[in-house]
């Protein structure tokens, strides 16, 4: 079993910005492709960013690509979002998922954390 613990989010004005990290535990989280997801208030859960475990690759969505950045530190099994230029429709529970594909990460990720919730303020 693999454990995602979230944290980081919180309350922020419009370009402002956070930094989310996901602690990871248990079954050797350090080989797994991890990433970030959000649901936003009434939408589906959607796919934020993935990175695979050596750090090489990454996918961004079209979102929040060139405002979003993901990042992975293995020797301490946390995975960072680093979140700028945040606009209202940034609102969501973001939530972290890892699996051992970055390819099944962005689609059914089986391992997930609980949630840590990210508010932009107008």
């Known amino acids: 079993q693999v454990q995602l613990v979230e944290s980081g989010g919180g309350l922020v004005q419009a370009g402002g910005s956070l930094r989310l990290s996901c602690a990871a535990s248990?079954?050797?989280?350090?080989?797994?492709?991890m990433g970030w997801w959000r649901r936003a208030p009434g939408q589906e859960r959607e796919f934020v960013a993935g990175i695979e475990w050596t750090g090489d690759k990454a996918a961004i969505a079209d979102a929040v690509k060139g405002r979003f950045t993901i990042s992975r530190d293995n020797s301490k099994n946390t995975l960072y979002l680093q979140m700028n230029g945040l606009k209202p429709e940034d609102t969501a529970t973001y939530y972290c998922?890892?699996?051992?594909?970055?390819?099944?990460?962005?689609?059914?990720?089986?391992?997930w954390g609980r949630g840590t919730q990210v508010i932009v303020s107008t």
């Open positions: 248990g079954r050797t989280s350090s080989s797994l492709a």
């Open positions: 998922a890892a699996d051992n594909e970055l390819s099944v990460v962005s689609r059914t990720p089986y391992y």
